[in-house]
């Protein structure tokens, strides 16, 4: 078994490499918001992917579930940015609609203060919120993305099967169950879904098209 976790290793990287480069190839036409949003997440899977070569072989299945339903978050979200330029949109300023959340509720709960920087005092009081970030479009769960990108079939699985374990509610206590079993199962399950992210990835950037259905299932040997 150590010896299959060594390989799965090196599969992995391999698949860290292939991610890498898929976020550098060339792209059919003109430039477009779901170009620069695929790469992004080819590169942010690369690097999730690179993690769970190292953790496999210390035989951490905790951290590889983790990152794996990480991984396939990930490709959902690919999925679901590939449909149209307005969820590619939505995608990039989702993280400054986060920032934004976190200040509104910090700012009103007293945790979070404002600092003048040029004179060193507390101007919490005197700040206002630029209007951009006074509100912000209601967050999207991961089973609504999934829903709207025709994948919902990989969220009720895998997804909330992962869930499971990333939760705590796994069914077998860590002390009872094979490590070196589990992480197997995990990073063979990560090897199929990095192949899975840079088929979309790579689809999207050379042919303009969203991955379909039955070429995930073929990825997945369904």
């Not at 197997?184 to 840079?198: D, F, N, P, R, Y």
Request: aromatic share 4%.
């Amino acid at each position: 078994m150590p010896n299959d976790l060594h390989l799965l290793s090196e599969s992995l990287l391999i698949q860290v490499n292939l991610l890498a480069q898929a976020a550098l190839i060339e792209h059919t036409g003109a430039v477009t918001s779901r170009d620069t949003e695929v790469r992004k997440m080819l590169n942010r899977s690369a690097e999730l992917v690179r993690g769970a070569a190292t953790l496999g072989t210390q035989r951490n299945d905790v951290a590889l579930a983790v990152l794996a339903r990480t991984i396939l978050e990930n490709l959902i979200v690919m999925l679901w940015v590939a449909i149209s330029e307005t969820n590619a949109i939505e995608r990039k300023e989702s993280g400054l609609a986060e920032l934004a959340r976190l200040t509104r509720v910090n700012l009103k709960s007293g945790k979070l203060k404002v600092i003048n920087i040029s004179i060193g005092e507390d101007a919490t009081a005197d700040f206002v919120m630029p209007e951009h970030l006074r509100s912000s479009p209601q967050r999207k769960s991961v089973e609504k993305l999934a829903s709207e990108a025709g994948v919902s079939d990989l969220y009720n699985i895998f997804y909330r099967g992962l869930s499971m374990e990333l939760h705590g509610h796994e069914l077998i206590e860590s002390c009872d169950r094979d490590s070196e079993q589990a992480s197997v199962m995990h990073m063979q399950g990560i090897g199929a879904l990095s192949k899975a992210t840079g088929h979309v990835g790579v689809h999207w950037l050379r042919n303009r098209e969203r991955t379909d259905n039955a070429t995930l299932r073929g990825i997945f040997g369904f």
